[in-house]
């Protein structure tokens, strides 16, 4: 199978931009799917962030995010990124990237539509 990993995680204050990066193991990999982002805080369950279509074409943002996390992808570099900006203590979480199951895919919302996960990432917003 395919390794996916995050990096880019780290300690910062409310208000900090942060991005975070996942690299693909297998060759062209992050072209040919859609991929997403998707955290889980201490006792809560995973939620969905963002996602983005196999081409880069369509993005969608669960509206906690919306208007200050950027998905955006390298496929020249294998790597799918998470820009997040005005980060907030709320955002305190294991950041997980994910591919869906099948190849070219438009980018789905729901954790069954993926297939593949990276190990997380860990970002701290303190207040």
């Known amino acids: 199978q395919v390794q996916l990993v995050e990096s880019g995680g780290g300690l910062v204050q409310a208000g900090d931009s942060l991005r975070l990066s996942c690299a693909a193991s297998d060759q062209s990999f992050i072209r040919s799917f859609a991929m997403g982002w998707f955290r889980q805080a201490p006792g809560k369950e995973r939620e969905f962030i963002a996602t983005m279509s196999w081409g880069g074409g369509s993005t969608y943002y669960a509206d906690s995010v919306k208007g200050r996390f950027t998905i955006s992808k390298n496929n020249a570099k294998n790597t799918l990124y998470l820009q997040m900006d005005s980060l907030k203590p709320e955002d305190t979480a294991t950041y997980y990237c994910?591919?869906?199951?099948?190849?070219?895919?438009?980018?789905?919302?729901?954790?069954?539509?993926?297939?593949?996960w990276g190990q997380g990432t860990q970002v701290t917003v303190s207040s």
């Open positions: 994910a591919a869906e199951k099948a190849p070219l895919g438009s980018g789905g919302r729901a954790e069954w539509q993926y297939g593949y």
